[in-house]
């Protein structure tokens, strides 16, 4: 089964702060996503990536920048946080051509910006 | 604009009985729909798709969908629901031919109550 793990599971961060959100998947997919969760808001996606040092905006990137350093590992990071993140965060992987069936995602972290 | 409306936040229903959950997703081409469910502190699993074909589709645990491009609907239904199945439950559309690129449902809560 497909493995995305995220770290850490939960961040607790200061105003104008710097955050990293890091994802890692095991089974040499291709794509990845980093999504925002917030209640009354479904998923809504950040960035993503087709491959190894290359990155992608997605439909909210402001504030966000991702990088994509080994097909394994894709990271989201907040330069300056701000109350308005405060969210949970889910990465996702699919192999390349694959339709939206194969995401899987991660378990989530939850991140509290204060 | 693409959307998917899911008009009902929470459903509590006792376990044993039947269950619908509502899906109303607006989009002019070819949708590609799914079911996620998210159970507490995990990430989000497929459920079910449909692509094309026979409009009603199978998925795991018991769960299946039926399609109706009429009225542009993708409900969600159980004949006898378990506890276990209490969790949020995010109808997707998926915009066909772009990988990823997907449009999340708001989400309905469900509560099996004992």
């Known amino acids: 089964e497909a493995a995305v793990t995220q770290s850490p599971r939960s961040k607790v961060a200061v105003t104008g702060g710097k955050v990293t959100l890091s994802c890692h998947q095991t089974?040499?997919?291709?794509?990845m996503y980093w999504y925002r969760q917030d209640t009354g808001h479904g998923l809504r996606l950040i960035h993503y990536?087709?491959?190894?040092?290359?990155?992608e905006k997605g439909d909210i990137p402001d504030g966000y920048k991702a990088s994509r350093p080994s097909q394994e590992n894709f990271s989201l990071i907040l330069e300056l946080a701000s109350l308005s993140q405060t969210a949970v965060y889910f990465c996702?992987?699919?192999?390349?051509?694959?339709?939206?069936?194969?995401?899987?995602f991660g378990s989530g972290t939850r991140l509290t910006v204060l | 604009a693409q959307s998917v409306t899911q008009p009902d936040a929470r459903v509590t229903v006792s376990e044993g009985a039947s269950l619908q959950l509502r899906c109303k997703y607006s989009y002019s081409g070819t949708p590609y729909l799914f079911w996620y469910v998210q159970y507490p502190r995990q990430g989000l699993q497929l459920l079910l798709k449909y692509y094309s074909g026979d409009p009603v589709v199978q998925g795991v645990n018991g769960f299946e969908a039926e399609f109706s491009k009429s009225n542009s609907s993708f409900h969600l239904r159980k004949a006898s629901v378990h506890w276990s199945d209490s969790a949020v439950y995010f109808c997707?559309?998926?915009?066909?031919?772009?990988?990823?690129?997907?449009?999340f449902g708001l989400g309905t809560t469900l509560q099996v109550q004992p």
């Open positions: 089974n040499n997919h291709d794509y």
């Open positions: 990536s087709y491959v190894a040092d290359s990155t």
């Open positions: 996702a992987s699919t192999r390349q051509g694959e339709s939206a069936e194969t995401l899987y």
């Open positions: 997707v559309l998926s915009l066909a031919g772009n990988t990823g690129k997907l449009i």
